[in-house]
């Protein structure tokens, strides 16, 4: 069993910056492949990003591409996103997964654990 907490989630100025971070519970963080989607009012959620078990292999959906950077320290049990230059479009609710195996990295309906999300909005 794997508990995630997200936090970091606040109201920024478009083009400002936010990092969300995503505690696990469980000493078999390492293990897990972690991605972040988020849900806008009215719109199914999406993926965002995602990293391997080491940190070496990172997705991005093509809207955050070479805005958002996420990372993970295993020693801490913590993914972070850092998200810049925000804007508008970007406002929803960000949540943390974790999956142990997964084919299609973007396939929500794979991932075994969710945390509660963490509100980002971003003010135009």
């Known amino acids: 069993q794997v508990q995630l907490q997200e936090s970091g989630g606040g109201l920024v100025q478009a083009g400002g910056s936010l990092r969300l971070s995503c505690a696990a519970s469980?000493?078999?963080?390492?293990?897990?492949?972690m991605a972040w989607f988020r849900q806008a009012p009215g719109k199914e959620r999406e993926f965002v990003s995602a990293?391997?078990?080491?940190?070496?292999?990172?997705w991005y959906a093509d809207s955050v591409k070479g805005r958002f950077t996420i990372s993970r320290d295993n020693a801490k049990n913590t993914v972070y996103l850092q998200m810049n230059s925000l804007k508008p479009e970007d406002t929803a609710v960000y949540y943390c997964a974790a999956v142990r195996r997964i084919v299609v990295i973007t396939d929500r309906g794979r991932y075994e654990y969710w945390g509660q999300g963490t509100q980002v909005t971003v003010s135009s």
């Open positions: 990293i391997n078990w080491s940190g070496d292999s990172t």
């Open positions: 469980g000493r078999t963080f390492s293990s897990y492949v």
